[in-house]
């Protein structure tokens, strides 16, 4: 039985919730048609009630209390844009608990709680989607949950995160130092005063543990996703990375095998000639591998507000159309059993290390050894610049496919060798 | 109401309807759980009974005749894969008619027969779905309709056909020329020993024309599309194209104004830094363009058995999964108005040309003469090979924007230049 109007309560007018309004307000013909009803915003939660003017929202819309959302009869759906924790946690339970269907775009409220919110709306009979959670306007939830349903994902190998990738493009393209290019990226408003979540891939393991939740069907939280950012990265390694044929990118990775998942965000050489490797900038893309689909990629802005309105205003839309049909899809809780995130020092994969060592003959037969006691066999060694002055040689090495606990023992105890002033850096290398 | 079992007619036995088959009977109890049905193959129809040994399919589903699929009121789903417009239309009509919901990967059908069938679906209160028609595997059809639903959508750019973007990319990689590029094609099956639906752009056509009646709105049948193959490209036009910095791929393009719509397939000269330029091979890549979005693109495999036989079930799922919540997504018929194909005159763009002139002082004096008669103004030319026998040299002229009726009576007149031999090629260029 359609409803003539649907009504909407907004929590938080930030960047996002600036976007959404703006479309709510502007494309009210374009989505009632899509939805039969007309989508009316009641109410926005705002402390800063000065902020309706630059909006267009009528003052009397404003409220200072979340509670006027939950108490208001007239309101269906609560957007949920504030970010962060807390309180959003709290309030996505208290609307969902009050029979509100809920729309977030909060990826770390749904990677931490995520079964206790999917079983509470099961529970109180409504929706609750977060596609805006991962990946801004890129669909991404809806294709994972809906068009690949007839596969089994295998792995995923995702740039989630626009700052880093920002910051990674120019250390590549121009050559700079992290730090120059975290400034540039702030200065861009492309980072933020405090950008440890970003460029430590924080931000990425939340997305991704939401990403391989929904692919794998077994929930994964972000205390299980091994993070680490991209600031031990040097121009140096760009330069070598590219000599060798490689790109570096910040990658969030999920590989299933039958029994056990890998679920890791770090730093990833991948040869220049994939898809990933050209994507620079601010941009996100998605590479998702199913048995019947084979390599898929989704591509586009991860962030800012008008793509990530895009998500945001589909799952009202989806909501929506779903009241007017009489029927709610819940959401679906993981259904696959049996299988744990393999600890990190149980990975296996391709290791680029940078060393200073003592520029004379016979050093590289000593890490050789070391390397091999370990099962560590080396794919090729460079010998980057020499400096007579302090008698030092930088080397680069590439191994092939090794354990993650076994090169990290091995690498303590290279550091160990007389010969060996110094580990300068190791990255992962995926091909 | 929940129904324990949903029944599935198939009629098409061929290479997507074989990889179909193989998901239906391979992967029963992941099916019956994202349904809550066991989703059960009913009857297939299919002349040569032989095949049912190969595939693992009882003797007994096979039926020569498709209206044992009508009349079987325990079949809610018919699945349609026989491909070319006869009599797979009428048969889905029937199908229709009948009261059954339908899938079907017809690209054919669906951009030629769209508001038909369309209308009848809706007059029968059943399913047509049709995300395997376009981009195998790759979701299209739902994102587009649904995650992308608060977009004005303004551009799309499509590689669409596996066929003519592997003969494309070997022309490209490997120097050849067409013909023996479609030789290799079709040796290793990647193209028909008919292969002219492809390389002249009709395929490409078929699925323009869906996704543009999806994006904008406004019907659009493949009549009213422009389409031109990719036979006339020589191994030497790969050659300038990569000195000028450009690729060459085969696109459809469906761009939308206030009032008009661009439709049109053929070659297109892109700058190599563009995304779409790396896609290789058999891949297709569908960048689309919306207010909100910004630039989207989807990547993967766009044909092939498994890839697309994940289209067909997530469309079969997807109806499943309707008929146990009571409730059927009709298919939307497209609701613009007002809009018209503009015809390929009126397009503006730029362009390559390549010619065969006198290697004398004055030529491109002459030809400049006769570009800037009909506005069109040159940003570069290059003269390439001389040949001091003939005493002509192949020149090669890049345009600013210009349009399209402007440089085909340009040429024209160019052609009939005393100092002109011939007019090799030109291509239109996208930026």
Same mark, same amino acid.
């Given at each position: 039985?359609?409803?003539?109007?649907? &009504?909407?309560?907004?929590?938080?007018?930030?960047?996002? @919730?600036? @976007?959404?309004?703006?479309?709510?307000?502007? +494309?009210?013909?374009?989505?009632?048609?899509?939805? @039969?009803?007309?989508?009316v915003l009641k109410r926005v939660v705002e402390i800063d009630t000065t902020k309706h003017g630059a909006m267009g929202i009528p003052r009397n819309l404003f409220t200072t209390k979340f509670s006027d959302l939950l108490n208001?009869?007239?309101?269906?759906?609560?957007?949920?844009?504030?970010?962060?924790?807390?309180?959003?946690?709290?309030?996505?339970?208290?609307?969902?608990?009050?029979?509100?269907?809920?729309?977030?775009?909060?990826?770390?409220?749904?990677?931490?709680?995520?079964?206790?919110?999917?079983?509470?709306?099961? +529970?109180?009979?409504?929706?609750?989607?977060?596609?805006?959670?991962? @990946?801004?306007?890129?669909?991404?939830?809806?294709?994972?949950?809906?068009?690949?349903?007839?596969?089994?994902?295998?792995?995923?190998?995702?740039?989630?995160?626009?700052?880093?990738?920002?910051?990674?493009?120019?250390?590549?393209?121009?050559?700079?130092?992290?730090?120059?290019?975290?400034?540039?990226?702030?200065?861009?408003?492309?980072?933020?005063?405090?950008?440890?979540?970003?460029?430590?891939?924080?931000?990425?393991?939340?997305?991704?543990?939401?990403?391989?939740?929904?692919?794998?069907?077994?929930?994964?939280?972000?205390?299980?996703?091994?993070?680490? &950012?991209?600031?031990?990265?040097q121009a140096r390694d760009f330069r070598y990375a590219k000599e060798l044929g490689y790109a570096i990118k910040l990658l969030a990775i999920a590989k299933r095998t039958d029994n056990s998942i890998e679920a890791r965000v770090?730093?990833?050489?991948?040869?220049?000639?994939?898809?990933?490797?050209?994507?620079?900038?601010?941009?996100?893309?998605?590479?998702?591998?199913?048995?019947?689909?084979? +390599?898929?990629?989704?591509?586009?802005?991860?962030?800012?507000?008008?793509?990530?309105?895009?998500?945001?205003?589909?799952?009202?839309?989806?909501?929506?159309?779903?009241?007017?049909?009489?029927?709610?899809?819940?959401? +679906?809780?993981?259904?696959?059993?049996?299988?744990?995130?393999?600890?990190?020092?149980?990975?296996?994969?391709?290791?680029?290390?940078?060393?200073?060592?003592?520029?004379?003959?016979?050093?590289?037969?000593?890490?050789?050894?070391?390397?091999?006691?370990?099962?560590?066999?080396?794919?090729?060694?460079?010998?980057?610049?020499?400096?007579?002055?302090?008698?030092?040689?930088?080397?680069?090495?590439?191994?092939?496919?090794?354990?993650?606990?076994?090169?990290?023992q091995a690498l303590e105890e290279t550091q160990h060798l007389a010969v060996v002033k110094e580990i300068s850096n190791f990255v992962r290398v995926e091909a």
């Open positions: 039985m359609r409803k003539n109007s649907i &009504g909407i309560g907004l929590t938080g007018l930030g960047v996002i @919730g600036g @976007g959404t309004v703006k479309v709510l307000l502007g +494309k009210p013909e374009a989505l009632a048609r899509s939805t @039969g009803s007309q989508l208001d009869p007239d309101i269906d759906i609560i957007i949920e844009l504030i970010g962060g924790e807390h309180p959003a946690f709290e309030y996505i339970q208290d609307a969902l608990t009050h029979s509100k269907h809920v729309v977030t775009a909060n990826k770390e409220v749904m990677s931490k709680h995520w079964s206790e919110l999917l079983s509470l709306a099961r +529970k109180h009979n409504v929706a609750l989607r977060y596609e805006a959670s991962v @990946g801004g306007g890129i669909p991404l939830i809806a294709p994972f949950q809906e068009d690949l349903i007839a596969n089994d994902i295998s792995a995923i190998y995702a740039i989630v995160n626009g700052t880093t990738n920002y910051i990674l493009t120019q250390m590549a393209k121009e050559g700079t130092d992290f730090a120059v290019a975290l400034k540039q990226a702030q200065e861009l408003g492309y980072a933020e005063a405090d950008p440890s979540k970003d460029i430590d891939g924080v931000d990425a393991a939340y997305k991704l543990a939401i990403l391989a939740t929904i692919a794998f069907g077994t929930e994964i939280t972000p205390d299980k996703v091994y993070n680490e &950012g991209i600031s031990r990265l770090h730093p990833v050489f991948i040869p220049e000639d994939f898809l990933l490797a050209k994507v620079d900038g601010v941009y996100n893309a998605i590479d998702v591998e199913g048995d019947l689909v084979g +390599k898929l990629i989704f591509y586009g802005q991860g962030a800012g507000p008008s793509a990530t309105s895009s998500a945001v205003i589909a799952d009202i839309v989806s909501i929506a159309q779903d009241i007017n049909r009489g029927t709610i899809t819940l959401p +679906k809780l993981p259904s696959a059993k049996g299988r744990t995130v393999k600890p990190m020092s149980e990975i296996e994969t391709r290791y680029y290390m940078r060393m200073n060592v003592a520029d004379k003959p016979g050093v590289l037969a000593q890490i050789s050894r070391v390397l091999g006691d370990h099962n560590i066999s080396i794919s090729s060694v460079i010998q980057k610049e020499r400096d007579p002055s302090t008698q030092l040689a930088e080397i680069v090495i590439m191994t092939h496919r090794a354990r993650e606990k076994a090169v990290q």
